[in-house]
């Protein structure tokens, strides 16, 4: 059974995004997106943004563990184990009439048949629970992406802490993400 969500972008009124089939509770697709975020697209909220809102043809099937490229593989396994599968876009999706299906852009007008939203902001991850409120606490890009999230959707509620547990103690600490670009140094002085 699917979980229907939505990734986002914020806009001046609300947000604009993109459907996503399956798997869409916190306790999944935040981790995913948090690893995504500092590994892959090097603390790029544009970059990540427009890979998963904007360079969609249709919707998303599935996001996969392709979004872990470039994340510690100590990390990687602990988040999806050994098993491996790339994000899938919906292809050959067709209308009652036989038409090609167009892209579907979701808002906060049509959002409130999906069940989780995932509004990807400067600051970190707006999470929404459409079945309980239109907006949702946000989680920060620099949550370790090992976090225990609820999938309690009345606990998602906007002005309250994130429902979330730390990562045990025990767990290793993280390989430090590259800089997103070189920065300069400045020339030594004797």
């Known amino acids: 059974m699917s979980t229907s969500s939505f990734v986002a972008r914020p806009t001046d009124t609300g947000y604009t995004g ?102 990807l902001r400067p600051e970190g991850i707006e999470v929404i629970s459409l079945t309980e409120v239109a907006r949702g606490p946000v989680v920060a890009w620099d949550t370790d992406p090992r976090t225990r999230f609820s999938d309690h959707p009345s606990l998602w509620l906007p002005g309250q802490p994130v429902p979330a547990t730390r990562p045990p103690r025990s767990a290793p600490p993280l390989a430090a993400p590259a800089p997103a670009s070189p920065a300069a140094r400045p020339a030594a002085h004797r």
């Open 18 to 119: 993109v459907y996503v089939h399956f798997d869409g509770y916190p306790s999944s697709r935040l981790p995913l997106l948090l690893a995504a975020y500092q590994y892959r697209f090097n603390r790029d909220v544009e970059a990540i943004s427009v890979h998963l809102v904007d360079e969609v043809d249709v919707a998303w099937d599935e996001l996969g563990t392709d979004l872990l490229d470039g994340a510690p593989k100590s990390l990687a396994t602990q988040l999806a184990g050994r098993d491996r599968w790339p994000s899938r876009q919906m292809h050959n999706v067709v209308n009652a009439d036989g038409s090609p299906a167009e892209r579907e852009v979701i808002t906060e007008a049509n959002s409130s048949y999906l069940e989780w939203g995932y509004i």
